[in-house]
């Protein structure tokens, strides 16, 4: 059964610094992995999803690496904005081959940036 | 673009009545997926349909809950009887499944009470 660990389960920094957020995968069959953003009381905006094949994904300030081969991926966000405070979900698509497309979660890093 | 549509957004109900939970799905998706959030457990997969028939209901708890998609704008959760321990946050996804890899929109999600 795949899980998904996310480390660290909280994080506070100062407003401008670059920080990485990091995520780890138990089975490396995964279809793709995605990174959401989840707003206090809100949903889950999604914020890049990165195909087994590729290796990044690069948006805005935000870009996300993936290791299938060691279960990891990175989400790295330049230049941190009091804005980007958040939990920060990642999520892996499994079954490569079965056609099951449902997300099996990590727990969240919450994020705070003080300004 | 409307994103995905949820209703209720809250609900608050007495243990032992019928719950009914809405999703109104991105239009031109194929797939649909139900999970639920709770501090214990996190966001888990209760149920995913592709085009319209229920792929894994593996998630589903046990015979209290119920979910149907009738058609492809519009799905439900049903919970009866409810319990206390029901209370979560319950979300509806939606995305395209086809040739590619495409990422799952969520919507607001119906924060549940049972008392």
């Known amino acids: 059964k795949q899980e998904v660990t996310q480390i660290p389960a909280a994080l506070s920094v100062p407003e401008g610094e670059n920080l990485v957020l990091n995520c780890s995968f138990t089975?490396?069959?995964?279809?793709?992995l995605q990174w959401f953003r989840q707003d206090p009381g809100k949903g889950l905006t999604s914020l890049l999803l990165?195909?087994?094949?590729?290796r990044e994904q690069t948006s805005g300030r935000l870009n996300a690496s993936l290791d299938k081969s060691s279960g990891r991926s990175t989400l790295y966000i330049a230049a941190s904005q009091p804005g980007d405070s958040a939990t920060y979900l990642c999520a892996v698509v499994c079954g490569v081959d079965t056609g099951r497309r449902a997300l099996t979660f990590g727990s969240g890093t919450r994020l705070q940036v003080q300004p | 673009d409307a994103g995905v549509i949820q209703s209720p957004r809250h609900e608050v109900t007495e243990m032992g009545q019928e719950v009914t939970l809405r999703c109104k799905p991105i239009s031109g998706h194929n797939s649909l997926f139900w999970y639920r959030q709770t501090m214990m457990r996190g966001l888990e997969l209760l149920i995913y349909f592709n085009n319209n028939v229920p792929i894994d209901d593996s998630g589903m708890p046990e015979d209290r809950f119920s979910a149907k998609m009738p058609n492809a704008s519009f799905s439900t959760l049903k919970i009866q009887p409810s319990e206390p321990r029901d209370s979560a946050v319950y979300f509806c996804?939606?995305?395209?499944?086809?040739?590619?890899?495409?990422?799952?929109?969520f919507g607001d999600g119906t924060r549940l009470s049972i008392l």
């Open positions: 996804a939606s995305s395209f499944q086809g040739a590619g890899n495409q990422p799952q929109h």
């Open positions: 089975d490396s069959a995964i279809y793709n």
């Open positions: 990165i195909q087994s094949s590729q």
